[in-house]
């Protein structure tokens, strides 16, 4: 409770702390600090627990409290992540010279309360993943203060809430705001075009809400906006995935906004033409659009360009008309943003780890679309010590491979090209001119000839793919020469001749695929030496002779297919560890023998221990599994009454692509809804709920109880839903336009019934369950 300071204890506080310039706002500060306090209903880590009215004349000196230096004045409260939990009421006062609030990575519920949005004091006000909830308001100026609310705010974070509604157009009058962040919540409605009165933002994210509409062109006004985050996929698991879904195209003018750098819009159902201009945007370093449905495209200086799966199409023009620095201009806040943006979409991607840091890369994705004919020349131009990847897979490019193509090669450190799922043919001798080629993926075109044996040059190839060609003539026994391959994939092509020996001197091989060939001749026994092979497949040669000793255990699945091979004996639980192999082919004094023996008796000693431990972790995992596999089973679509028995968790998944955009049909409360035909003729909505697996319930809850104030024209009567780990939807009757414009016509009190009565049902459940296994 927010008991007031007793008196007497405020006149100790006047008393004792001799130079007190505003001894009056400190009654307020310290009734502000407890207020809080009396919030907080779990702190479990005791962070406020030398916050009490007795201690009051030390407030300065309680954990993340602190005060103008010359006086008693709080000027910041500073609590992130201390597992503080309990409701914010609305009317929580604040200290009343306060600038910086920051309770991020707490678990507070209820509004954001409104004195935080009217101080005109609050420069920087952090809220972030907490389970603030309700609809965002900015509140009118606090009582006598001549400036506006909100008027110092610079920073608001407010991502990984709650909050439900639409972004208030209020917030044009917190003028000061330079970074606004309200990813990770519910907010719906369009982005309000009023954001364009904030003529010092610099940083706007709005990902992963259920945002809809048009991304208004007066954004543009927004002179100084460095980073727009209109939509962001990676979504850790449990995380909140993304339901924003707009309309039409990005405005033209806010692509020329002269100060932007980074634009993050991946599937965010955006379409037209993509007018990266070449004259305006030379500052634009970072470009997501992938999976929209642009369909034109100019390149500008970009260091970061991804515009895969569109449905961009003709020939891929360079028009990088001017040199402009490939380094970001910006501040510390745009270097964040672009790190953690372009970092996280490249984990996992085998391209991604290929140069270590992004700071130095840069990236164009231009891959799955309809680009055909020539390859590109695209003109990079990078500064020292920048490397390059360039993905085209998935196109029609149809020519051979130029000296104009690899032109990039020679102003880059390192290259990446994928080249895979084209129609691209003739030979590959160009590729050897490409000194600083890292990665090579030509996979599935149709290059024919012999591979150049002057491969063996590049000296910095990691990975070589050129599965599925139509390669003829002898693997070149050069790539032994080749120190840092790790990578080589020769398969299905119509290679002959056998194996080089002098393969097995690239030391750190770890993938070898050459199945599918006609090779002949033996398998070299040393490739039992090369300590990192983990994959060698060779199946469907004509090989023979016998199967080496590997490292790594044999898949016998590796080697069939060739009759004269002898058999596949599987594991090489029998060979002895490397250090053996060594010490045994070292000198044989006594010594060495005696130190052999040891070296054997610890290594036998090890492994039956490791053989054991082996076992029960196998034990252990194999019962994980079997949970996981149980777990897996309750897939489970609850029906109502007469729902007909194609409505199953599995049919729903297929029937909506696996919830694929071009299903949806719109969005908004709580998530986005998609429209499946599960049977000809029998036509559900479905909407998925916008959640990770602990809001699940709560969100659940609202979304039942709100049923009846959403007027959404598809939506009428829940037939069903699903409550699973990862994943909630709630199932209704798919209207067409007629039903639907009989249905707005009926009374308000029939729609609150209609609820009311689905409502009834979840309570009651007269269910029936599908079962998926
Ligand atoms: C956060 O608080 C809510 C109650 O307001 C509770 O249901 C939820 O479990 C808490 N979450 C965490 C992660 O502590
Ligand atoms: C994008 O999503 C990733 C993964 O959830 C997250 O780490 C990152 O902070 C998000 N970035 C922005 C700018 O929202
Ligand atoms: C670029 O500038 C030139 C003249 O400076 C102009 O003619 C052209 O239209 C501009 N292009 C774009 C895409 O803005
Ligand atoms: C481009 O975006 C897609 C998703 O839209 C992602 O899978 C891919 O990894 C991205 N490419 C790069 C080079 O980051
Ligand atoms: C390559 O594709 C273009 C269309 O993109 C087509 O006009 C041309 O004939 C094709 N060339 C070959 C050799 O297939
Ligand atoms: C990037 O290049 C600059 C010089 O061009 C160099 O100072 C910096 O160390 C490089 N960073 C990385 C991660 O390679
Ligand atoms: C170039 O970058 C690599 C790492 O990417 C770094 O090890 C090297 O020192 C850099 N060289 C120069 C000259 O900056
Ligand atoms: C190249 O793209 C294809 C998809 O078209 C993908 O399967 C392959 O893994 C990519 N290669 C590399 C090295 O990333
Ligand atoms: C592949 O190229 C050969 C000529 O080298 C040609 O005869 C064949 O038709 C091409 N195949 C495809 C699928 O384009
Ligand atoms: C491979 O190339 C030969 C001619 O070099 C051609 O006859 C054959 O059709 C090609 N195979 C494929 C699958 O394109
Ligand atoms: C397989 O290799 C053997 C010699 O090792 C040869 O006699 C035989 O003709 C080859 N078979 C095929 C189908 O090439
Ligand atoms: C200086 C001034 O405007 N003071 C006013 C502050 O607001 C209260 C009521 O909220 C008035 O009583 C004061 O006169």
């Known amino acids: 409770m927010a008991a007031p300071p007793p008196p007497l204890l405020l006149l100790l506080v006047l008393l004792l702390v001799p130079p007190i310039p505003l001894a009056s706002s400190s009654a307020a500060d310290l009734a502000a600090l407890l207020a809080v306090k009396a919030a907080v209903a779990h702190d479990p880590g005791g962070a406020l627990s030398a916050w009490s009215a007795a201690s009051a004349t030390s407030y300065c000196r309680w954990r993340g409290v602190t005060c103008h230096p010359s006086s008693l004045a709080v000027a910041a409260i500073d609590l992130p992540a201390a597992s503080l939990s ?66 110092a705010l610079t920073h608001l974070r407010l991502a990984g809430n709650f909050l439900v509604g639409q972004i208030p157009a209020g917030i044009a009058q917190c003028r000061s705001l330079r970074v606004l962040d309200l990813s990770r919540n519910v907010l719906e409605g369009a982005v309000p075009r009023e954001l364009g009165r904030l003529g010092a933002l610099r940083v706007l994210d709005v990902s992963r809400n259920s945002l809809t509409d048009r991304i208004p062109a007066e954004l543009a006004n927004c002179g100084e906006l460095a980073v727009l985050v209109l939509t962001n996929l990676t979504a850790s698991p449990g995380g909140q995935p993304e339901f924003n879904a707009f309309v039409g195209g990005l405005p033209t003018e806010v692509l020329a906004i002269p100060a932007l750098e980074v634009l993050w819009a991946p599937r965010a159902n955006l379409d037209g033409r993509l007018p990266l201009s070449r004259n305006g945007t030379c500052r634009l370093r970072a470009v997501n659009l992938g999976q929209n449905y642009f369909a034109e495209l100019a390149i500008g200086c970009l260091t970061y360009l991804n515009v895969s799966a569109n449905s961009l199409s003709g020939p891929l023009l360079s028009s990088t008309e001017r040199q402009c620095s490939s380094r970001l201009i910006g501040d510390n806040i745009v270097m964040q943003y672009y790190d953690e943006l372009v970092g996280n979409v490249l984990i996992g991607n085998p391209f991604g780890s290929e140069f270590g840091s992004i700071a130095n890369v840069t990236l164009h994705d231009f891959s799955n679309n309809g680009f055909g004919g020539a390859l590109p020349s695209i003109t990079v131009s990078l500064d020292r010590n920048y490397s390059y990847g360039l993905w085209l897979n998935g196109n029609m490019f149809n020519t051979t491979l130029s000296a104009r193509f690899f032109g990039f090669c020679k102003v880059a450190t390192g290259v990446a090209i994928n080249l895979s799922s084209n129609q691209l043919s003739g030979s590959l001798d160009m590729l050897s001119s490409c000194i600083s080629i890292h990665n090579f993926d030509a996979g599935y075109n149709n290059f024919s000839g012999s591979i150049p044996a002057d491969g063996g040059g590049l000296h910095f190839l990691r990975s070589l793919v050129l599965r599925g060609n139509n390669l003829t003539g002898q693997i070149p026994g050069q790539f032994g020469d080749l120190a840092a391959l790790e990578v080589l994939d020769l398969s299905r092509n119509s290679l002959t001749g056998s194996i080089p020996l002098h393969l097995t001197d690239a030391s750190h091989l770890q993938l070898l695929r050459l199945d599918h060939n006609r090779l002949s ?47 596949c004996l599987g594991t090489n639980a029998s060979l002895p560890p490397i250090e053996a192999i060594s010490s045994s082919k070292g000198v044989k004094k006594w010594g060495a023998r005696f130190k052999s023996l040891i070296v054997i008796l610890v290594a036998a000693s090890t492994a039956i221990i490791s053989f054991l431990l082996v076992i029960l972790l196998f034990f252990v995992c194999e019962r994980r599994k079997r949970a996981k596999i149980s777990n897996l089973r309750t897939k489970v679509v609850v029906t109502f009454t007469d729902a007909p028995p194609e409505l199953t968790y599995e049919n729903l998944i297929r029937a909506t692509s696996n919830f694929s955009i071009q299903n949806l049909i719109g969005s908004g409360g709580f998530g986005a809804t998609y429209k499946a035909e599960l049977v000809p003729g029998f036509l559900v909505a479905v909407k998925r709920l916008a959640m990770g697996r602990f809001q699940g319930l709560q969100q659940f809850d609202a979304e039942i109880r709100t049923l009846g104030r959403i007027r959404h024209r598809n939506l009428v009567t829940l037939i069903g839903y699903h409550l699973g780990e990862s994943d909630t939807f709630l199932i209704y009757n798919y209207l067409s336009g007629e039903q639907v414009s009989e249905f707005s016509r009926a009374e308000p009190e029939q729609q609150g019934r209609l609820a009311g009565g689905s409502l009834k049902l979840l309570s009651q459940p007269e269910k029936k369950t599908s079962q998926h296994t």
């Open 521 to 567: 001749g033996t398998i070299p026994p040393s490739f039992s030496e090369l300590a990192q092979l983990t994959v060698l497949d060779v199946s469907f040669n004509n090989l023979s002779g016998d199967i080496p000793n590997l490292r790594h255990p044999a898949d016998c699945g590796f080697f069939i297919g060739n009759p004269l091979l002898h058999q």
């Open 86 to 151: 309990g409701a914010l009421p609305a009317a929580l006062p604040l200290p009343p010279r306060l600038r910086r609030l920051d309770l991020a990575a707490n678990n507070f519920s209820g509004p954001v309360p409104d004195a935080f949005l009217a101080s005109a004091t609050l420069r920087y006000l952090d809220l972030r993943f907490n389970s603030l909830s309700a609809a965002l308001e900015i509140p009118p100026p606090l009582a006598n203060s001549s400036s506006p609310a909100c008027a």
